[in-house]
């Protein structure tokens, strides 16, 4: 059974920076889109940025500039930069990832655990 594993997670003060990584956590064959997702209590799950394997990039507005995605093909693993940190990115932090488990298989989606981020003003 593969799960996506994310780290990077913890308490910072605004201002402040933190780096999140998500990784599967057994063999794949190749892994797709992958991303990040958040959720603040009381609120939807939305978007952070998504990053293609060939690197192409979607931010959501709120994160642009601040916050940058990128990945590993080699290792199958996606980070996330946060800088800037603001109260407001106070969420728990979902990764995200299009997976095949192997050759034959169809891409499916896959979901981590979540990962909380607290900013303290």
């Known amino acids: 059974q593969v799960q996506l594993v994310e780290s990077g997670g913890g308490l910072v003060q605004a201002g402040g920076s933190l780096t999140l990584s998500c990784a599967p956590s057994?063999?794949?064959?190749?892994?797709?889109?992958m991303g990040w997702y958040r959720q603040a209590p009381g609120k939807q799950r939305e978007l952070v940025a998504t990053?293609?394997?060939?690197?192409?990039?979607n931010y959501a507005d709120s994160t642009k500039g601040r916050f940058t995605v990128s990945r590993d093909n080699a290792k199958n693993t996606v980070y996330l930069q946060m800088n800037s940190l603001k109260p407001e990115d106070t969420a728990v932090y979902y990764c995200?990832?299009?997976?095949?488990?192997?050759?034959?298989?169809?891409?499916?989606?896959?979901w981590g655990q979540g990962t909380q981020v607290t900013v303290s003003s």
């Open positions: 990053i293609t394997r060939g690197s192409s990039t």
């Open positions: 995200y990832a299009q997976l095949l488990r192997d050759w034959l298989s169809s891409p499916q989606d896959y």
């Open positions: 057994g063999s794949i064959f190749r892994a797709n889109a």
